[in-house]
Each structure stands twice: as C-alpha cells, then as structure tokens.
C-alpha cells in the first residue's frame, strides 16, 4: 500500500500568513492526488485534485503543486474560515489512503 | 445538485452486522463510481471502498477487506455497505461520497454526505 506523510500534523497560524502543508507519497503518485478541507463536525471538502487544479468554486488562495513524490498545498493569505483540518489523499493506486491531516491552529 | 444521505448508523456489540444505506439524488447514479470513507471520532479520514458504476469492480481497504461488502442499486439510485464480524475499532462516522467523474473510470471522491455514526459496543 502507498503510505501518505503529511506535516506538519498541527500549524499554529495567523490571518495573512502563508501556509503550506506538505504530503509525502512513499512511491510516484502520476499527478494522482486531491486535497480536501474539513470543519468539526462537517463533511470534507474538495479543494484540489491532480495534484494542482483547483475545483470549481474554490478561492484562488489554494493552490496545489507537486515534485516528484512531495506534494505541497499553498494558502497564499490565510482567512479566517481557513482554519480547519486538511488531508491529502492518493488516488493512484488501491487501497486509496489519506495522510493524517493537518491542523491549521489561531496563533 | 449532488444530494448524499446516509442512514443505518446504531451501537452494534463486537461481532455483530450492519447494513449502511446512502440515498442518492441530483445527478445520474449509474454513471459514477461510489466511495465510502470514516472517520473515528476525533481521527482522520479513512478511505473504506469504491464500487464502479455497473457494481462490477469493487476495493476495499485492508482493514475491512473480507468483513465489509460494498453493493448498489442502480434502479434505487443506492449504496451500501454491508459490515460483518463489526470490532471496536470500527467504530466511526461513515461517509459516501460520489466520486468525481474525471478520469474515465475509478477517480476521487468529490461530493459528500454528511455521515453516519457507527459505534461498536458492549
């Protein structure tokens, strides 16, 4: 199975402040992963998929980009409903897996 | 717009069977794959199993493979997601979600049910 590092696991922020969250794939993904978004007691949110296209209706604060195997999510100037918990999540091969998220934190 | 609600979630003692429902609407069930994913209470997200839009192929995770059966209706525009031999580590918000269309075949989930909670327990 792919493994999936994401760190930081927790981000103490600011609103303005550039974020990034990075994802490390343990083998070559092909471009094939998303990023999604998730507030307490909510269903995920889409935000990014093949690596770095932004889904429809997404602010274009996020973008997406990717290296090889390390995948990075940007928020270019950090809102304040950015705070929230994000995963990143390999769809190359079976089983998918997800990374174990990220805690974006009020400093 | 792409309507997911999930149902069937209870407390099942270890050992036990449940069958989850999700009830589709909004888009054309039979033209896409279906996801489930959970979610354990205060944990992160776990992809569980995909079936294809004909209910031909089917994946699951390591953890729930042979224990969990991923089916659908496409008449019912339904999933489920049959769960046997259920242990305590299964407990968890269970999600469907539908998956995104855009790869031809077997993709990413895009859009999202709101979950239902599942807790194994004696």
């Known amino acids: 199975d792919i493994q999936m590092t994401q760190s930081p696991s927790t981000l103490s922020t600011s609103v303005g402040d550039r974020v990034t969250i990075a994802c490390r794939a343990s083998?070559?993904?092909?471009?094939?992963l998303a990023w999604y978004q998730q507030k307490p007691g909510k269903a995920p949110k889409l935000l990014i998929y093949?690596?770095?296209t932004l889904q429809s209706g997404v602010p274009s604060r996020f973008s997406g980009s990717a290296s090889g195997t390390e995948f990075t999510l940007t928020i270019s100037s950090l809102q304040p409903d950015d705070f929230a918990t994000y995963y990143c999540l390999q769809y190359h091969s079976y089983p998918y897996t997800f990374g174990r998220g990220t805690i974006l934190e009020i400093k | 717009e792409v309507h997911l609600v999930e149902s069937g979630g209870v407390v099942v003692q270890p050992g036990g069977s449940l069958r989850l429902s999700c009830a589709a609407s909004g888009f054309s069930f039979d033209d896409y794959t279906m996801h489930w994913v959970r979610q354990a209470p205060g944990k992160g997200l776990e992809w569980v199993s995909l079936?294809?839009?004909?209910?031909?192929?089917?994946y699951y995770a390591d953890s729930v493979k042979g224990r969990f059966t991923i089916s659908r209706d496409n008449g019912k525009n339904s999933l489920y997601l049959q769960m046997d031999s259920l242990r305590t580590d299964d407990t968890a918000f269970y999600y469907c979600a539908r998956d995104s269309g855009e790869c031809g075949g077997d993709c990413f989930p895009a859009d999202w049910g709101q979950g239902t909670l599942v807790t194994v327990s004696s």
């Open positions: 079936i294809s839009w004909d209910g031909t192929s089917t």
């Open positions: 083998q070559s993904l092909s471009g094939w």
């Open positions: 093949t690596a770095s």
